[in-house]
């Protein structure tokens, strides 16, 4: 990518300082249960404006008077929660590091989401690999002229809005026991916030409560980290604390609808240089004659499950709701990062904040490297340069 600072990395690379690094980067948290890789990415300023523009296009369509009406048949009507917002708080992008045409580097969209991400961890990160690997100062993971300090007030503005800290909590099943839970750990250190795990959670009429020394505190807010898909036909787990589907006086942040709005179900509405022929299945009138370009994927699963890499048309028939899975061009990734002893793909995620009556800010990103098959630790687990990064750009 940038090749100036990718060279005098991988010049500089050593084993050694790697391991330094990953010390110091799970240093004072439990361990990280997810491969962190070698090397952060250097993304050029033509690769970051094409990100950009195609975030853009993306964020029109969500911003559109009839988006809810189009995407009503998202949200499973088992998991519909009341009292939705205008917006979701957050906005998130993943694009393919692709080559076009004219062999032109370019992102492709993979997959959307109005659900939050490593919105704490991936600060820690970018400040870790440049404090390590002694990086150029020039290099940020920020947009918009964001830097730490501003970044943090904006994600608290978000998260806390007019609350006081002690009134909003990160929510999750098992909050710290999940993959995510660095994450949690960082934001809860930087805003002040609680973290809760479902069952920490009580009920008293539409009202919720957690309780800390003995005394009893309101919830005003929560920032939800719970993903209904995870939880399934398992509803029983709510007997002891609370269903978000019931009436309450919660703030969700975000409110768990946008978590199927915006998804895989919104791509067949896009139509950009940027995101890959994306259709409903049952909206596709004959098969196309060259399926092995194609993926087959489930609407409603979550982290790659169900996905139908090499299509054939006894797949297609053998699907008896094709209303919930969508066909797909297959994305090609460029192995653009150069490691000591071959090219690796990359895939980056576009992280935006969306404040309450604002407009939605491209903030900060994540990136992941892979040589496997498909980009996700499963496809990777014998591999070095590969696992979780970040995307650092000139400021």
């Not at 409603?300 to 048309?313: L, Q, R």
Request: charged share 25%; glycine share 6%.
């Amino acid at each position: 990518m940038i090749e100036k600072y990718r060279k005098t990395f991988n010049e500089n690379f050593t084993v050694e300082k790697y391991n330094q690094f990953a010390e110091k980067l799970g240093k004072g948290f439990p361990e990280i249960p997810f491969r962190v890789a070698e090397t952060p990415i250097f993304i050029p300023e033509a690769l970051k404006q094409k990100l950009i523009a195609a975030g853009e296009e993306i964020i029109s369509l969500i911003k559109q008077d009839n988006f809810k009406e189009l995407t009503q048949k998202a949200i499973p009507q088992e998991w519909n929660v009341p009292n939705e917002t205008g917006h979701p708080h957050f906005l998130t992008f993943d694009y393919g590091i692709c080559k076009d045409e004219n062999g032109e580097v370019t992102p492709m969209l993979i997959e959307m989401q109005g659900f939050p991400s490593l919105y704490g961890f991936q600060t820690h990160l970018a400040k870790t690999y440049k404090e390590e690997f002694d990086l150029d100062e020039n290099l940020s993971p920020y947009f918009n002229g964001l830097d730490e300090k501003s970044y943090f007030e904006l994600f608290k503005k978000v998260i806390i809005g007019n609350h006081q800290p002690h009134e909003v909590a990160l929510m999750d099943i098992d909050a710290l026991n999940q993959k995510t839970a660095i994450d949690f750990l960082v934001t809860a250190k930087h805003l002040g916030i609680k973290i809760l795990a479902l069952e920490d959670i009580r009920k008293e009429g539409k009202q919720l409560f957690y309780e800390e020394g003995g005394k009893k505190i309101q919830l005003k807010r929560i920032y939800n980290r719970l993903i209904f898909d995870e939880i399934g036909e398992n509803t029983a787990i709510f007997k002891n604390s609370f269903d978000p589907r019931e009436e309450l006086n919660i703030e969700w942040i975000t409110h768990p609808n946008w978590f199927y709005r915006i998804s895989k179900y919104t791509m067949p509405f896009l139509k950009s240089e940027f995101v890959p022929d994306t259709r409903f299945l049952n909206t596709i009138e004959s098969i196309p004659t060259d399926l092995g370009n194609y993926v087959l994927k489930p609407l409603f699963s979550f982290a790659g499950m169900g996905v139908i890499i090499d299509v054939t048309d006894t797949d297609i028939k053998q699907i008896n709701d094709p209303e919930n899975w969508i066909l797909q061009r297959k994305v090609t990734y460029e192995p653009v990062i150069k490691a000591p002893d071959a090219g690796v793909k990359a895939e980056i995620r576009m992280m935006y904040l969306w404040p309450e009556g604002e407009e939605p800010q491209l903030c900060i990103n994540l990136g992941r490297l892979s040589r496997g098959k498909m980009i996700g630790v499963r496809y990777n687990a014998d591999f070095d340069w590969v696992g979780g990064t970040v995307g650092l750009m000139e400021k």
